[in-house]
């Protein structure tokens, strides 16, 4: 496992939504070649039902079982919270010392300003991101 290439997604929440349904499935799609970490937020911010909150859960387990390392973040949010985001960068700074990615890839548009940042302070090679939708 030491010699794959690692990689981290960073998303903000993890709910029934597209841009969340999008990295999990590549994160389960790409667990054969790469090493994955997938850090997300807390979901409190999404009104979902309880079947949608147990279908979530289903899919970081089902992600777990394949080895998908799951971080979460509580401090990484959707909407704009100084303090938090404040938070958020420096533990998304931490994670980038301690896992030393090869690839980093935020998804929307909070883990897109934060995890590049960090990434970017932490001299990760390769940069990707994915707006999946324009918020701000």
């Not at 960068?89 to 994670?95: G, K, Q, Y």
Request: with cysteine.
């Amino acid at each position: 496992m030491k010699d794959r290439i690692k990689i981290v997604h960073v998303i903000t929440r993890l709910d029934r939504g597209g841009s969340a349904q999008n990295t999990l499935l590549t994160c389960l799609g790409l667990t054969e070649r790469y090493e994955l970490v997938l850090v997300h937020g807390l979901s409190f911010e999404s009104r979902m039902t309880d079947w949608e909150k147990q279908s979530v859960q289903r899919g970081i387990e089902k992600a777990k079982e394949r080895g998908v390392r799951v971080v979460p973040i509580p401090s990484l949010v959707r909407r704009i919270d100084p303090l938090r985001d404040l938070r958020a960068f420096f533990s998304l700074w931490m994670l980038m010392v301690q896992e030393r990615p090869v690839i980093v890839h935020t998804h929307t548009s909070k883990p897109g300003i934060l995890g590049r940042w960090a990434a970017r302070m932490t001299s990760v090679p390769i940069i990707v991101h994915t707006p999946h939708g324009h918020v701000f």
